[in-house]
């Protein structure tokens, strides 16, 4: 998850607007005092909350009553969560289990889609890879996950079902690369994932207590599995920092939120309905 654009760059590296977000209570309401300590916690200056405030309310977002630490911001329209998707969090922790082995198939994507209708096929192309699915060559995405149905919805709400075409095949080579551990390896940024990872399991494990931390949680959780395309374990290498961060992370949140107060965020609610099994 990245700052929005014109958000100012806060020093923790946690967006600015996740931490409005991430505060936002069970009755849709965000108390400005909470908001601006737990800020101050992570490095924001009063200005930058003061900012993003002003952008969210401007954007429909929220609406706001009072001023400053005496506000009470109240939630109008979806905005980004703390948290990836439960299904696709519920999904990634199944495979830690090994409770979703791969069944050796690869489902592959090709779409041709005129310029005329370039932000509908902008969009297909945003849908592939968000669902995980890497860009083999011009217009062909592969994926070792069966991602059919929701690409397929995908492109009938667009409206360029005729330019897609779907295949499975057990039989892929890219570039001369056709084993599948090799092919993940050429095909995803596994590096760079893992690293997300890392940096997850580091905050996970450390001592850190509070709304503070736990935004700070929320929002390396969604950094590191948000561009995860959550292959299989049979693609990736062993051990995977991946599990080992997840693992650290539902530690860290079951103690975090054992210590919450009874009107603590809702943050902490869907958490616990992310991580049960």
Wanted: proline share 10%.
């Amino acid at each position: 998850m990245s700052t929005h654009p014109t958000d100012p760059a806060p020093v923790s590296g946690v967006p600015t607007r996740l931490v409005v977000h991430a505060l936002v209570r069970e009755d849709g309401t965000v108390d400005g005092g909470e908001l601006y300590e737990v800020a101050g916690a992570l490095g924001m200056s009063d200005q930058q909350v003061r900012l993003c405030v002003k952008r969210l309310v401007a954007e429909g977002r929220f609406t706001q009553e009072g001023r400053g630490r005496r506000a009470v911001l109240r939630l109008t329209a979806p905005g980004a969560p703390p948290l990836p998707e439960v299904e696709f969090v519920r999904h990634a922790y199944r495979q830690d289990r090994g409770l979703e082995p791969w069944d050796g198939v690869w489902h592959l994507f090709a779409f041709a889609v005129p310029e005329s209708a370039r932000a509908a096929r902008d969009a297909l192309r945003d849908t592939l890879t968000a669902l995980g699915a890497a860009p083999v060559q011009g217009g062909l995405y592969a994926t070792p996950n069966a991602i059919g149905p929701y690409v397929r919805a995908r492109a009938a709400e667009l409206g360029v079902t005729t330019g897609l075409t779907c295949l499975t095949s057990r039989d892929l080579a890219v570039g001369g690369a056709d084993g599948p551990a090799r092919l993940a390896a050429r095909l995803w940024p596994l590096e760079e994932i893992a690293g997300r990872y890392e940096a997850l399991r580091a905050l996970a494990e450390g001592p850190g207590a509070g709304l503070a931390h736990a935004v700070s949680l929320a929002a390396a959780f969604s950094e590191a599995m948000r561009p995860d395309p959550l292959l299989p374990p049979e693609l990736l290498p062993q051990p995977w920092p991946g599990t080992t961060a997840r693992t650290a992370a539902t530690t860290a949140w079951t103690r975090l939120r054992a210590a919450a107060p009874p009107d603590a965020p809702k943050i902490f609610r869907l958490y616990a309905e992310a991580l049960t099994p």
